[in-house]
């Protein structure tokens, strides 16, 4: 998600665009309104990062369908200007979905227009003194950096004045070492360790220290609820909330924080958040019941958090007695050949506007980094400075995608 995200409500988002903003207060806009924003992005990077095991109930042939619609739906939602963000526009998200299914933003342009391309003028957005308000939040940086890497620009060297990944650092929080951005909003935490731990530098390299993401991992681990899961809330040293349920989008996010930052599928808190999600598995249509409800925003984000972490959300605990994958309730789900993606399953009409896509909220992240067709160029200088938000699913993919440019 675009706009700005504080940190207080659920990481989904949903509306015809697809991966919802994951960011620090859940952002600060109504739930509905980012909902409506995230919902494409994080169901199409998910979609678009699934593994395809042999015996999977989604076929090739359906998923590169939905995968191709999905892209011409994110497309038509640019702005005659080039732009998918700015002036009450945040529709950013769906540069982590264009990266995992494998179109370069430097490509998307109106009307062929090659000097509005999507990347060019996010850059540009993000370049200005103004961005991203006259008080931000953790989670704006966190959005920016994993956006810009998304569409190819390098996080670090916006230009000579903006450096996302030192805003995001000057968020650390030195009497609470781990926290980034107030620790009430534990998701500016999160998706810091999507941001920091997934857009490598331009030689492939982590851009901070271990033992900084060993402070982010261990904060991350603490605020693990009893039931696996993850909220976007601070629980940690309270017996009460560690008790509480956890959701499915956060929980998503979570463990794609985690193993983004090193931590192996095999470690008990990721197993845990696993069975997490396979207990809210529904076995006649491949849903995750999440605390929202049955939709298509926590579909995305709970496949990005099993993708980030190498299990395939397509087979095994994820493929249900009657057959169902969380992938078959997500292409289920597809308006087509419009290509965006109901919330609901009961919605009956696509979204009449692209602000459906606004709540994108991040997301977030998610999952491993999609494969861009082109590099972009040399970024320019910039020092370093940090940020938070929420992100979306392996359409975050984004963080963990290739390195932008050389």
């Given at each position: 998600m675009?706009?700005?995200?504080?940190a207080?409500?659920?990481?989904?988002?949903t509306?015809?665009?697809?991966?919802?903003?994951?960011q620090?207060?859940?952002?600060?806009?109504?739930?509905?309104s980012r909902?409506?924003a995230?919902v494409?992005?994080a169901?199409?990077?998910?979609?678009?990062?699934?593994a395809l095991?042999?015996?999977?109930t989604?076929?090739p042939a359906?998923?590169?369908?939905?995968?191709?619609n999905?892209?011409?739906y994110l497309?038509?939602?640019?702005?005659?200007?080039?732009?998918?963000?700015?002036?009450?526009?945040?529709?950013?998200?769906?540069?982590s979905?264009f990266a995992?299914a494998?179109?370069?933003?430097?490509d998307?342009?109106?009307?062929?227009?090659?000097?509005?391309?999507a990347?060019t003028?996010?850059?540009?957005?993000l370049?200005t003194?103004g961005?991203?308000?006259?008080?931000?939040l953790?989670?704006d940086?966190?959005?920016?950096?994993l956006?810009a890497y998304?569409?190819g620009?390098d996080?670090?060297?916006?230009s000579a004045?903006?450096?996302l990944?030192?805003?995001?650092?000057a968020y650390w929080?030195t009497?609470e070492p781990?926290y980034?951005?107030?620790?009430?909003?534990?998701n500016?935490?999160?998706f810091?360790?999507l941001?920091?731990g997934?857009?490598?530098?331009?030689?492939g390299?982590?851009?901070?220290?271990?033992?900084l993401?060993n402070?982010?991992v261990?904060?991350i681990?603490?605020?693990?609820?009893?039931?696996?899961?993850w909220?976007?809330?601070?629980?940690?040293?309270?017996?009460t909330?560690?008790?509480?349920a956890?959701?499915?989008?956060m929980?998503?996010?979570?463990?794609?924080?985690?193993?983004?930052?090193?931590?192996?599928n095999?470690?008990?808190?990721?197993?845990?958040?696993?069975?997490?999600?396979?207990?809210?598995?529904?076995?006649n249509?491949?849903?995750?019941?999440s605390?929202?409800?049955?939709?298509t925003?926590?579909?995305?984000?709970?496949?990005?958090?099993?993708?980030a972490?190498?299990?395939?959300?397509?087979?095994?605990?994820f493929l249900?007695?009657?057959n169902?994958t969380?992938?078959?309730?997500l292409?289920?789900n597809?308006y087509?050949?419009?290509?965006?993606?109901?919330?609901k399953p009961?919605d009956?009409a696509?979204p009449?506007?692209p602000?459906?896509t606004?709540?994108?909220?991040?997301?977030?992240?998610a999952?491993?980094?999609?494969?861009r067709?082109?590099s972009?160029p040399?970024?320019?200088?910039g020092?370093?400075s940090?940020?938070s938000r929420?992100?979306?699913?392996?359409?975050?993919?984004?963080p963990?995608?290739?390195?932008?440019?050389t």
């Open positions: 675009p706009g700005r995200a504080s207080r409500r659920r990481p989904a988002c509306g015809a665009a697809g991966v919802r903003r994951f620090e207060q859940a952002m600060s806009r109504p739930r509905a909902r409506l995230l494409v992005p169901a199409l990077g998910a979609l678009a990062l699934a095991p042999a015996f999977a989604s076929s359906q998923i590169a369908t939905s995968k191709t999905g892209v011409a497309k038509s939602l640019q702005a005659a200007d080039g732009s998918y963000a700015g002036s009450g526009l945040s529709n950013e998200w769906a540069f979905a995992a494998g179109t370069a933003v430097v998307v342009a109106p009307g062929g227009d090659t000097t509005k391309n990347r003028v996010y850059r540009n957005l370049s003194s961005w991203p308000s006259a008080t931000p953790v989670t940086y966190e959005r920016g950096t956006n998304a569409a620009i996080p670090a060297r916006v004045s903006r450096n990944i030192a805003h995001i650092y929080q009497a781990g980034v951005g107030p620790s009430s909003n534990f500016g935490t999160v810091a360790a941001a920091l997934g857009a490598k530098t331009q030689a390299a982590a851009r901070v220290p271990q033992s993401t402070a982010l261990a904060r681990r603490a605020n693990q609820h009893n039931d696996g899961g909220t976007y809330q601070k629980v940690e040293g309270d017996p909330a560690l008790n509480t956890g959701d499915v989008d929980t998503g996010a979570a463990m794609a924080a985690l193993c983004v930052s090193g931590v192996p095999t470690d008990a808190d990721v197993v845990q958040a696993k069975n997490f999600l396979k207990g809210k598995l529904v076995g249509s491949g849903a995750f019941n605390l929202y409800g049955v939709n925003s926590s579909n995305g984000w709970g496949v990005s958090g099993l993708n972490c190498g299990i395939n959300p397509q087979t095994g605990d249900t007695g009657l169902k969380p992938v078959d309730f292409i289920a597809q087509n050949p419009a290509g965006g993606f109901k919330y009961s009956t696509p009449p506007t602000r459906s606004r709540c994108a909220r991040w997301p977030a992240a999952s491993r980094p999609p494969r067709s082109r972009p040399g970024p320019r200088g020092s370093p940090p940020g929420r992100a979306p699913p392996r359409s975050w993919r984004c963990w995608t290739t390195a932008p440019g």
